[in-house]
């Protein structure tokens, strides 16, 4: 087949084919617990929440049990007002800024704010990025909302990560005055809750509310068909200290009891063996299949019937469902269908606990039987989860590895470093899929050091067979870090560019785009453009292609046409490379969209929009610094465009501090680098030529210039003085001058304008 040329690229490639998002969203987490009629009608509580809500953030922070999400329901369905609420279920996953943020962005627009699907994949991004980026215009959408907006962030406590506190606490400090955010969570969050207290911001609903009253708990019993005399509600509601979820266990123990009041007497105050002694109670009640699956599916944190007959190998799961959610039993609906469950978080401790006492031996099938199901069903953070509770490190390793692309474009990879963390170091060492996917964390994320160890503990297993994501060896993923990253420069990059297109020969996979854009890259950075438009251009047409290849393909086909003088040619891919950046926003690698402000920035610049090639050269410098990672080159390649732009711009200040910058990144390798030396050195021919043609008004003397030199140490202008034996007046006269004639304000500008002057 031969290889199409760059003229049908610009004509044929028509708009670029960008794949769809990683799919972050758990529908079951978006959506209150509906109401029960089981529920005690808790007014008192409605109007605590609605007193703390007259205050922009609301606060509700209670350990386990206390009824935080329930409470919140029943505030959220009392009718006062127009209100449209966003409710997230948080989980750890949710530690990922990424899906966090998308979950949250869904469920505004599931509530009807203005939240586009655009603007919610673009929230799925790293977490600088989102700062700078996508919050803003989340806020943006939140402030043109017509009603009132409530966002509910139920078991908050699940989120640990920094990174995200830093995002909230964003949110916090811009939140519109229309906009209420709601926390529920079992520890105080990581927000600077003492600013907020002290500036009227934060309401706050405490233990202390949340307890039941004594009448609250005789309507609790009553509901539950509890005959317990007023003394025995009384001695339940000191031993539970008001415990929510104590005193429900306690009516579930004690319902259609004749002995009740005898019971209560049992009890010794503490939530834990409260908790204990009622859900053996409750378990009792039962026939052993239906304690057996309570028991078993104890391991999931979210459940439906499919799972759990799969799970427990049985069938006949949705009728038992059905009767635990019609008992009461703890089990919360995730959803309006009643298809996804999950236990109390409490009553879910405790019952786990008993089944790693009554049958540890079953507890890492049952994980791994959960893991295959949600394999087989597409949740992979959920199958890695279990394979990881399983103890299965090598599947776990082979199911990251298989992910590790997907979730990388996605731009998740603080999930991918849990999952390595619970994988651990000798896992990692032990099973070569886990030590490639180390290795695309490291480098992705720039640990150079990381990725150097990885690489060497990769090394004995060079020649192993084709890995779980469909690379062709272990050898060929760690020649396809070398050549898409380049760390090691272009000799290396070039040898790793080579080797992975000779082992990735399959044009449907994406690797084999990788490998052909790395080989293309890799010989446009050692000089050999007639080499480099080939590959680059299969990259461009690879339909497997990720688009973030297919743009840092068409962003190399566009510097390797503008070097070749195809102007033309270079501006068409530049509008592609753009294209796709426009449509990913910051989602994925925000990094990878810098490159095609590089491509669109040149372009600019060849039309002779010199201004406008500035603006966009900026922009995408910004991106690049906020998040300098996936190799050197794009950003030696960024800063070569915009040097050549600020020195047609006569902007000679910036185009020095630009070549002093490329000059220290290219510096670090000498091998390979001849063509790149040469395109520096044509800029810097061109900066040299500016500044003949721009003398200063008034040349320096003789001793000024000895003074100047001087001024590059450390030495005072006293010192200075006496080294050239002038007097300290004299001195201060001739740095009064240097400063006049070089239009400087400081003794540091002053030499940076004669560096770049070239006056010293």
């Given amino acids: 087949m031969s290889d199409p040329s760059s003229s049908e690229v610009a004509s044929g490639l028509g708009e670029p084919s960008v794949a769809p998002p990683l799919q972050l969203v758990l529908e079951t987490k978006l959506h209150p617990p509906p109401q029960r009629a089981a529920w005690v009608a808790r007014q008192r509580l409605v109007d605590v929440f609605d007193e703390a809500a007259r205050r922009p953030i609301v606060l509700v922070s209670a350990p386990a049990g206390y ?45 009807g704010c203005a939240v586009s699907a655009e603007l919610a994949t673009s929230l799925a991004a790293p977490g600088g990025e989102l700062v700078a980026g996508a919050l803003p215009r989340l806020l943006g959408a939140l402030s043109s909302a017509p009603d009132e907006v409530v966002i509910l962030l139920d078991d908050f406590q699940c989120i640990t990560n920094p990174a995200c506190h830093d995002q909230v606490s964003f949110l916090v400090e811009h939140l519109p005055h229309h906009v209420h955010l709601v926390i529920l969570t079992r520890v105080d969050p990581g927000l600077k809750l003492g600013r907020l207290r002290a500036s009227g911001l934060l309401g706050e609903i405490r233990a202390d509310a949340l307890r039941f009253t004594e009448p609250e708990a005789a309507s609790l019993l009553s509901v539950e068909n509890v005959a317990l005399r007023a003394e025995g509600v009384s001695e339940l509601l000191a031993t539970t200290e008001g415990w929510p979820a104590g005193l429900y266990l306690a009516a579930l123990a004690l319902a259609r009891r004749p002995d009740a009041d005898e019971q209560v007497h049992r009890f010794d105050g503490s939530h834990r063996s409260v908790a204990d002694y009622f859900s053996e109670e409750v378990l009792s009640g039962h026939p052993e299949p239906v304690r057996r699956l309570i028991l078993e599916i104890s391991v999931l944190d979210r459940f439906c019937a499919a799972l759990c007959d799969h799970v427990v190998e049985t069938t006949g799961s949705a009728a038992v469902l059905r009767e635990l959610e019609r008992a009461n039993l703890f089990l919360v609906p995730l959803d309006d269908e009643g298809r996804w469950f999950r236990f109390h978080h409490l009553f879910a401790a405790v019952v786990r606990s008993h089944l790693e006492v009554l049958h540890p031996e079953r507890v890492p099938v049952l994980h791994r039987r959960a893991a295959e199901w949600f394999r087989l069903h597409h949740h992979v953070d959920e199958a890695v989860t279990h394979l990881l509770a399983a103890g299965d490190t090598g599947c776990a390793a082979d199911l990251v590895q298989k992910s590790v692309i997907a979730h990388l474009d996605g731009g998740r990879a603080h999930t991918l470093r849990s999952w390595l963390d619970g ?74 560019a080579s080797r992975a297109a000779e082992l990735e020969t399959d044009a449907r996979t994406i690797q084999y785009a990788m490998a052909q854009r790395s080989l293309g890259h890799a010989a446009y950075v050692l000089g050999d453009l007639a080499a480099a438009m080939p590959p680059l251009l299969r990259a461009v047409h690879s339909d497997a292609a990720l688009p973030m290849v297919r743009l840092a393909a068409l962003g190399d086909c566009a510097l390797v046409n503008a070097e070749l003088g195809r102007h033309d040619v270079a501006a068409e891919m530049a509008d592609q490379a753009m294209r796709i950046a426009d449509e990913r926003e910051v989602y994925a690698m925000p990094q990878a969209r810098s490159l095609a402000f590089t491509a669109l920035g040149q372009s600019q610049a060849a039309a002779g929009k010199l201004a406008e090639a500035m603006v966009t050269l900026e922009e995408g410098w910004a991106l690049r610094r ?116 070089l239009g400087a304000h400081s003794r540091t500008d002053a030499v940076a304008v004669a560096r770049r002057r070239q006056l010293i």
Avoid: C
């Fill in 626 to 741: 906020r998040l300098p990672t996936i190799g050197p080159w794009p950003g030696i390649h960024h800063l070569l465009v915009m040097a050549r732009v600020a020195v047609e711009l006569d902007d000679l200040g910036k185009a020095q501090h630009l070549l002093d910058e490329l000059a220290a990144r290219t510096d670090r390798w000498t091998e390979g680098m001849a063509a790149m030396h040469a395109r520096v050195a044509v800029v810097r021919a061109a900066f040299r030529e500016r500044l003949r043609q721009d003398p200063l008004e008034e040349p320096l003397t003789g001793r000024e210039l000895d003074v100047l030199r001087l001024l590059q140490g450390t030495l005072s202008l006293t010192e200075i003085a006496a080294v050239l034996h002038l007097s300290a007046n004299t001195v201060k006269t001739h740095v009064q001058a240097l400063y006049r004639k």
């Fill in 423 to 496: 994988l651990g170091t000798g896992a990692i060492s032990r099973h070569p899929s886990a030590g490639v996917a180390a290795a695309w964390v490291a480098a992705i994320t720039g640990d150079q050091a990381v990725l150097a160890r990885h690489l060497d503990d990769l090394a004995p297993v060079l020649h192993d067979g084709p890995l779980p994501d469909g690379t062709h060896s272990v050898e060929s993923a760690v020649a396809l870090v070398h050549g898409m990253f380049g760390y090691d420069g272009p000799l290396p990059m070039m040898s790793g």
């Fill in 67 to 111: 009824g935080k999400t329930t409470v919140a329901a029943q505030w959220l369905a009392d009718s006062k007002g127009s209100r449209a609420t966003a409710w997230v279920a948080l989980d750890d996953g949710d530690n990922d800024p990424a899906r966090l943020w998308t979950h949250v962005a869904v469920a505004l627009d599931r509530a």
